[in-house]
């Protein structure tokens, strides 16, 4: 029914269908938890943990779960691999699970995620789902990355916690609060609309 | 006094909105005509106050007591699921003009990141059930609060020349971000 490559799936997540800049989802933990780049690349990584192994399951079972509690299913599954990020963070990696807070467990409710089953793992088989689930994964965590390193040099003048600017650099301390990450967003989404508009 | 405190802070110092970053989504997709933003404001108001203290209830009283704490977000996002359902049912039959004007926006609040949150923040700072209830009532208004100004903004933002690539979703998000610069004057008011 798909006469797309395989590949097209994977790679549609990066650019042409990016989940923050062109399908406009996840925009809570986008705009949260990007205050600096290592932030955003964790938070990434974990909703594509969590985004890859629901969808996956859900394709498996996809011909099994009626359609009338479809949703309370996918919850239900999501909420099961959230709990695992979430404990998996809290062992390993306590500093970054301190600094992401509720966003970790928030990601039950990211639209993203709901977004991807809905619209595709549901009716695809498992392989295109995988694909699908992992590219839209980079396609977010890399944003976030664009985001968060944005937001750092400018407000703290560093880089993944590196300091990179020039010491006469006064960092922009806005950039770092909730006005600079809406900025951050509003901007780059107008950006990306006008590199669109200028390859088509 | 504490009470009344952390009433006026969930309004309008931590915004869920504008300073926690929560419930972004219906935000900018429902913020377009205050017609729409209000009822939704209120709808969330409603199902926020509920979720308190339900999630309470199960949390304090069952999770915690069991030692499962662990389960806390599957119970919590059942609870919410269910009672965005039963609010559903419950007004069509009835108060169908209400469930007329909510609409598609009804089921919407199950995904709306700012009821689950609330349970996860009420749960995490510890609250009585009394401060929960408060908590939960006061965040709602805070929701409806910013949902009222956008959407009154928006209303003028469709009259003025924008630039194309930032029509819609980004103008939104930097009209948000001016928004969020003047709530930021709030901050330290009261410190909880």
């Known amino acids: ?200 | 006094m504490k009470l009344l405190l952390l009433f006026i802070a969930s309004i309008i110092v931590n915004n869920f909105v504008l300073s926690y970053f929560l419930g972004i989504c219906p935000f900018i997709g429902v913020s377009k005509r205050l017609d729409s933003a209000v009822p939704m404001g209120f709808a969330v108001t409603f199902v926020m106050t509920m979720t308190a203290v339900i999630t309470w209830i199960i949390n304090q009283l069952i999770l915690l007591k069991l030692n499962m704490p662990y389960l806390q977000y599957v119970a919590f996002i059942l609870v919410i699921a269910s009672l965005v359902q039963f609010v559903e049912m419950f007004l069509k039959k009835f108060i169908p003009s209400l469930y007329k004007a909510f609409g598609i926006y009804l089921p919407l609040i199950t995904t709306n990141c700012a009821i689950l949150g609330l349970a996860l923040l009420e749960a995490l700072k510890n609250y009585n059930f009394l401060e929960s209830i408060v908590f939960g009532v006061g965040s709602g208004l805070g929701y409806t609060l910013s949902m009222a100004i956008m959407a009154g903004i928006r209303e003028q933002l469709e009259l003025s020349n924008i630039p194309k690539p930032f029509e819609n979703a980004a103008i939104t998000l930097i009209t948000a971000g001016i928004l969020a610069l003047a709530f930021m004057g709030f901050s330290g008011m009261i410190a909880l």
């Open chain 1, 1 to 200: 029914m798909d006469k797309k490559p395989a590949i097209y799936h994977f790679l549609k997540g990066f650019w042409d269908e990016n989940p923050v800049l062109v399908q406009i989802l996840g925009t809570c933990p986008t705009l949260a938890v990007t205050a600096t780049a290592v932030n955003g690349i964790g938070m990434g990584l974990a909703t594509t943990f969590v985004l890859v192994f629901s969808c996956v399951v859900i394709s498996v079972l996809r011909k099994l779960i009626p359609n009338e509690v479809r949703i309370g299913v996918f919850t239900v599954i999501i909420a099961t691999f959230v709990t695992l990020a979430d404990l998996f963070l809290k062992a390993y990696f306590p500093d970054l699970s301190k600094a992401l807070g509720p966003f970790v467990p928030l990601i039950v409710v990211n639209c993203i995620i709901l977004g991807r089953i809905e619209a595709f793992a549901s009716k695809n088989n498992v392989w295109l789902s995988f694909l699908d689930a992992l590219g839209n994964g980079f396609g977010f965590t890399l944003t976030l990355i664009v985001m968060g390193s944005i937001r750092e040099l400018l407000g703290k003048g560093t880089w993944f916690g590196i300091p990179v600017l020039l010491s006469f650099y006064k960092p922009m301390l806005v950039m770092i609060l909730p006005t600079g990450a809406f900025f951050t967003y509003g901007t780059l989404m107008g950006i990306s609309n006008a590199l669109k508009k200028i390859k088509s």
